[in-house]
């Protein structure tokens, strides 16, 4: 079974500028949580998606936004980028919508540097 | 809000030695735990976890962790420790309200390496 798989990889921006990330969950998730990864503040939790619908958002600022669509693979946009908006971008997959016996598995991130 | 505290940011090891990692979470409803790894280069990948039951969880790679509710701690232990076990380590708590939201959180995270 395939895993969490995102794209792309590696991105090299501007400040101003903006930027759309892709998710693939596993085959048969329906949820979908995004992360955003620095060394100074650790994992911190963007928003989560379940049948095309945001289901949970954590503090951050409007610029974040996300979607989902009906085969679950999510996007990620971020608007009008910031140099503290260099991350390491997490997307992960759970079967169901729910935090409680509720296990996410992590792709390996998009790598975003802003200039 | 809730909130995940790991205490060593920073741990050296030699082979064999053992290991214990500090977890301990502010949040007083019922919670679901976990600890990931994180190898270098690699994903996040989950070392195992405590829903309910047996507080003492054993996960991959002759990990366990002890959930201890009372003190809100959640430590993860490996007694003896190889060098493939360098990673970042991160405990993490998933806990909701009574409104169904819940925001998962985690914790600074560990960076461990173990020396040959």
């Known amino acids: 079974k395939a895993g969490v798989t995102q794209t792309p990889r590696y991105l090299i921006k501007t400040r101003g500028q903006q930027v759309t990330l892709s998710c693939s969950p596993i085959?048969?998730?329906?949820?979908v949580s995004w992360y955003q990864q620095t060394p100074g503040q650790g994992l911190q939790f963007l928003f989560e998606?379940?049948?095309?619908?945001?289901?949970n958002k954590g503090n951050f600022p409007g610029r974040f936004s996300g979607r989902q669509f009906s085969n679950s693979r999510s996007e990620m946009n971020v608007s009008t980028l910031e140099l503290g908006d260099s991350a390491l971008y997490l997307c992960?997959?759970?079967?169901?919508?729910?935090?409680?016996?509720?296990?996410?598995?992590f792709g390996a991130g998009t790598r975003l540097s802003v200039l | 809000a809730q909130s995940v505290s790991q205490h060593n940011h920073h741990v050296i090891l030699s082979e064999a030695a053992s290991l214990e990692l500090g977890c301990n979470y502010s949040?007083?409803?019922?919670?679901?735990l976990f600890w990931y790894v994180q190898y270098p280069g690699q994903h996040l990948q989950l070392l195992l976890k405590y829903f309910s039951g047996d507080p003492l969880v054993k996960g991959i790679k002759g990990f366990e962790a002890e959930f201890i509710k009372s003190k809100f701690s959640f430590n993860l232990r490996k007694p003896s420790v190889q060098w493939s076990d360098t990673a970042e380590y991160f405990c993490?708590?998933?806990?909701?309200?009574?409104?169904?939201?819940?925001?998962?959180?985690f914790g600074r995270g560990t960076s461990l390496i173990v020396h040959p």
């Open positions: 949040y007083g409803g019922t919670v679901n």
């Open positions: 992960a997959s759970s079967l169901a919508l729910g935090y409680n016996k509720n296990i996410q598995y």
């Open positions: 998606y379940f049948s095309e619908t945001q289901r």
């Open positions: 993490a708590v998933n806990a909701g309200d009574s409104g169904g939201s819940y925001i998962p959180t």
């Open positions: 085959s048969g998730h329906r949820s």
